[in-house]
């Protein structure tokens, strides 16, 4: 089965709230409706953390964003296939939870990976078989006519320097959930949740 195409039609700010400014980017599906993709403006910064990918690397960010909505869910089991699984990327699940209990092979994420590569690895496969087999978002820009993504790749406000103290946090609280590091004394117990991003 081929994957819809939706085609970015707008790009704009959209605030939920004071504190959280977003990007929300607007779509016409194949039926041609509209759907609105709204995200954080912080969102590629933390992709950029979590899987360790250059925050240069604006274009491969988007890319992933817009197309989580549509990858396989290590968790749901009405997904189908999930190509890490398939790719035998599994990992000691860390709390017991439906069926499986802790220390089960369960498929791969962010906080069960071993290291930030082998959570790139996971989640990128997921992403690129959401694009190929659900639904496949791309620019509408045409020909003469600007791309709507460029209001995004001009004030992405990614920083360097944010995204690598995100990305020690994110690693101390991965090795602190898979019990490899201990607990700092002033912190409040860590509750692990892994379904933070398959």
Not at 64 to 85: F, Q, R
Request: glycine content about 6%; proline content about 10%.
């Amino acid at each position: 089965m081929a994957a819809d195409e939706y085609v970015i039609q707008a790009v704009s700010e959209y605030w939920p709230n004071p504190e959280t400014p977003c990007w929300a980017v607007d779509m016409i599906k194949p039926d041609g409706t509209g759907h609105r993709h709204v995200f954080p403006k912080a969102t590629l910064e933390y992709r950029a953390a979590e899987y360790d990918i250059d925050p240069t690397a604006v274009d491969q960010l988007l890319d992933i964003v817009l197309h989580e909505p549509y990858a396989p869910h290590p968790d749901d089991p009405l997904n189908g296939e999930d190509p890490a699984v398939a790719a035998g990327l599994l990992s000691p699940a860390l709390v017991s939870r439906g069926t499986a209990r802790k220390g089960d092979l369960i498929p791969t994420t962010l906080f069960t990976a071993p290291d930030a590569a082998t959570a790139r690895e996971a989640h990128l496969l997921r992403i690129e078989h959401g694009k190929a087999n659900n639904v496949r978002v791309h620019a509408g820009a045409a020909k003469g006519k600007k791309d709507p993504l460029d209001v995004i790749r001009r004030n992405h406000g990614i920083d360097p320097a944010r995204v690598a103290g995100k990305a020690r946090a994110i690693e101390q609280r991965r090795l602190i959930a898979q019990g490899r590091a201990p607990v700092p004394q002033s912190a409040s117990p860590l509750t692990v949740k892994d379904d933070h991003h398959a």
